[in-house]
């Protein structure tokens, strides 16, 4: 009963949108006077060894990389050279807007990122060539997600430290869901733009190649040395840096090092943000663990649970109101440690079981009242709420079948592992 005190008080704040840190704060409070005798002194600890984890420097690390590959022609590069490639193909301009989107994810690791960096190149090009307005928007918002679930992806990393999943497999089994979501979003705004002409390519092809080589290396680099074994997720996250750095300062010189401190700058204070809150949810979770609590949670839950299919149905209903609510870092903090020990007991793999939930929550980048997408794409394209919920419905649709179809084949997410 006191363990479904906290569930209780822990839903209550989000459902009145409380800020995680306050969410978290009262948790711990409430853990340590129920359970731990009112032990406050060891929070401090608890808190250190929290933090004192290697996998923990990737999230800066990535975040720092993503804000270097932001500025400058990066995205350009790569959106010119997809260009080119799709020029020939009826409605190409938003196939290559799809498939910019992914590659750029793929370097970047987060949506808002790929959303705003490939968006400012593709949406005027879009609006220019005689593309529906909606559609436009909808389109870059949507392939803007895929920045969650392709690897490298920050919200992985923080599913692995909650749950102690390996962070390498999840990258791993991150590829089969991102592939299907490229593929649905390409077949739809295809059919959708399947009269539009075709768009003639701005430069010879082999000089794209040459411009973009440089970009393009970047994931290659990355996702190449983890997934050989040559790099650990942290330390591909460090060649990520130095590779960008290498790129952007000497190679293409479009920034100095007053521009490369004023983004250490900027990602320091996000950091700052992150990981006070990151170090509370960790710290929660290692004292609930230490009393044994998740198995009470893992029993009581079991006994009202009938089988695997109604706890995913039910799990994917919690996960698509709480996204539609609260940001993703806040809801895998909160919920995986809660939802993960429950699924692996009804054998449910938890690399598959995490993937569904941040292709699930990803969904919630594109839903009201919260969804961080649509509140980017109201101020990068110019259009009120209204519009960019209108245009984001369709796509909408298209995740949830992509959601529906990797929490019933399992084999989508592990066939690599």
């Known amino acids: 009963m006191l363990l479904l005190g906290l569930v209780g008080l822990l839903l209550l704040l989000l459902l009145l949108r409380q800020p995680v840190l306050v969410l978290l704060i ?139 999943t390996s962070i390498v497999d999840l990258f791993y089994a991150g590829l089969g869901p991102a592939l299907l979501l490229v593929f649905l979003l390409s077949v739809y705004v295809l059919w959708r733009c399947r009269n539009m002409p075709p768009v003639v390519a701005s430069a010879d092809f082999a000089v794209l190649w040459r411009r973009a080589f440089g970009a393009l290396l970047a994931p290659g680099l990355v996702l190449g040395g983890i997934y050989s074994g040559y790099f650990t997720a942290t330390e591909a996250a460090a060649v990520a840096v130095a590779y960008t750095l290498v790129l952007q300062v000497f190679i293409y010189r479009e920034m100095d090092w007053v521009a490369v401190g004023a983004v250490v700058f900027d990602t320091t204070r996000l950091i700052g943000s992150l990981f006070p809150v990151l170090m509370l949810a960790v710290c929660l979770n290692m004292f609930l663990t230490f009393q044994q609590l998740p198995e009470q949670w893992v029993a009581e839950i079991l006994e009202r649970v009938d089988g695997v ?25 909160i919920l995986a440690p809660l939802l993960q020990p429950v699924a692996v007991q009804l054998g449910v793999d938890s690399v598959h079981f995490g993937i569904m939930m941040i292709v699930n929550l990803e969904i919630g980048y594109l839903t009201p009242p919260m969804g961080l997408n649509l509140i980017v794409a109201m101020g990068a394209f110019q259009a009120s709420f209204n519009e960019v919920c209108r245009a984001a419905l369709p796509f909408i649709g298209l995740l949830l079948l992509g959601l529906v179809v990797v929490a019933l084949v399992p084999q989508l997410t592990l066939f690599l592992l």
């Open 26 to 164: 009262a948790a711990l409070l409430y853990a340590y006077l129920v359970w731990g005798d009112a032990a406050l002194r060891f929070m401090v600890l608890d808190a250190w060894n929290a933090l004192n984890r290697e996998v923990l420097l990737s999230i800066p690390l990535y975040l720092l990389a993503g804000n270097l590959m932001s500025r400058g022609s990066m995205a350009q590069r790569i959106t010119a050279l997809l260009q080119a490639l799709t020029s020939g193909v009826p409605g190409g301009l938003a196939l290559a807007a799809v498939l910019a989107c992914a590659v750029f994810a793929a370097m970047t690791g987060s949506s808002t990122v790929t959303l705003l960096a490939v968006g400012a190149v593709l949406y005027p090009a879009l609006i220019s060539a005689g593309y529906d307005r909606l559609l436009s928007i909808g389109l870059l918002c949507a392939a803007g997600t895929l920045g969650i679930i392709i690897p490298p992806s920050i919200p992985l990393i923080l599913y692995g430290v909650m749950t102690n």
């Open 309 to 333: 299919p109604l706890f995913l149905l039910l799990t994917n209903l919690v996960l698509l109101v709480t996204g539609s609510v609260v940001d993703i870092g806040s809801a895998i903090l």
